[in-house]
């Protein structure tokens, strides 16, 4: 799996995992989860359920991978950095951002530090030697 190592290929299949579930989960163009789930119709109830269990199971593994990668500290910084991105680039082009324009820049740094989190591990292990413990609770 050379693809899958630390690498620019890597990263952003991570990367598009990460936007896949985030943006499948909610976005604001009216076709995610979330808007199937509030329309009254479009489809069976056991295929909204399964789709819904499937996009927690992808948060679960997300969330907790980035989390033992980074920790608690090392996720809110790399949030932060993202979020100063967006603070960046609204200062630089001088316009406001609002409504769902903003909304998609949000949800892209979500996947972004999302990607992030699921890449550290190995940037980690290369660099320092250290392996993350995954027998923690």
């Not at 056991?46 to 679960?60: D, E, Q, S």
């Not at 809110?76 to 082009?93: E, M, N, P, S």
């Amino acid at each position: 799996m050379a693809g899958l190592g630390i690498s620019v290929p890597g990263f952003l299949l991570r990367l598009l995992a990460a936007a896949l579930l985030v943006f499948a989960t909610y976005n604001p163009s009216g076709w995610s989860f979330l808007h199937w789930v509030r329309t009254s119709g479009g489809g069976p109830l056991p295929l909204k359920v399964l789709a819904g269990i499937a996009l927690a199971a992808g948060w679960v593994f997300c969330v907790r991978a980035t989390l033992r990668s980074l920790g608690h500290v090392g996720t809110a910084l790399a949030a932060a950095f993202f979020g100063v991105l967006i603070w960046l680039f609204v200062d630089l082009r001088g316009t406001d951002v609002e409504g769902s324009t903003l909304a998609w820049i949000v949800l892209a740094c979500l996947a972004a530090t999302l990607a992030v989190g699921l890449s550290f591990s190995l940037v980690r292990r290369r660099v320092t030697g250290q392996i993350d413990d995954t027998d923690e609770e």
